[in-house]
């Protein structure tokens, strides 16, 4: 008994997509789904994480490099999906990103889902820069406070190199 090799065709541009900077493949695997293999909720999420870390490490910005080094790093602080059709498993997924709004701390993107020409999944997430908290920090902070801890960060302005290589945002309108 021989058992060919599923070599599904690449992920498909979407036909009309809302215009984006950055799209991301992603193939949908068994961790990925429910047992009726449809893929879980959260999981979303994490295909839109993937996404934005690539297009941000695409553009020179390693997460895990710029937080060793005491400079920062971004993190989620909002998100909002709408549900619109199911990935299954072995759909191949083309996430996109694109910068809606850029604030002093802030960062908002439009993320989608798409299989071929389908939309699956619409996002809004909205990323916050943090720096970590300083030894003068820590000294103001009351007794017991948890932002004193090795590991505590505090909200800052984006670093300007950061935000100089960001692009123009987009619409988050559709049309």
């Known amino acids: 008994m021989s058992v060919s090799p599923v070599s599904p065709a690449p992920p498909e541009v979407p036909v009309e997509p809302r215009r984006y900077h950055h799209r991301h493949p992603v193939r949908v695997y068994w961790e990925d789904t429910d047992a009726g293999g449809i893929v879980f909720y959260g999981n979303y999420l994490k ?7 690539e297009w941000l490490s695409a553009l020179g910005f390693g997460q895990e490099s710029m937080r060793r080094a005491g400079e920062g790093m971004f993190i989620v602080a909002e998100t909002t999906l709408r549900y619109l059709k199911p990935a299954r498993l072995d759909d191949q997924l083309t996430v996109t990103v694109a910068v809606t ?18 939309l699956l999944t619409q996002g809004m997430v909205r990323i916050g820069w943090v720096q970590p908290v300083t030894p003068r920090d820590a000294s103001v902070a009351q007794a017991g406070d948890e932002a004193s801890g090795e590991d505590s960060f505090r909200p800052a302005r984006i670093p300007a190199r950061i935000l100089a290589i960001l692009p123009t945002p987009i619409s988050a309108s559709k049309g």
């Open 47 to 53: 295909f839109m994480e993937r996404a934005r870390t």
């Open 101 to 118: 709004e850029i604030g002093r701390a802030s960062v908002t993107f439009a993320q989608e889902v798409w299989r071929a020409d389908t």
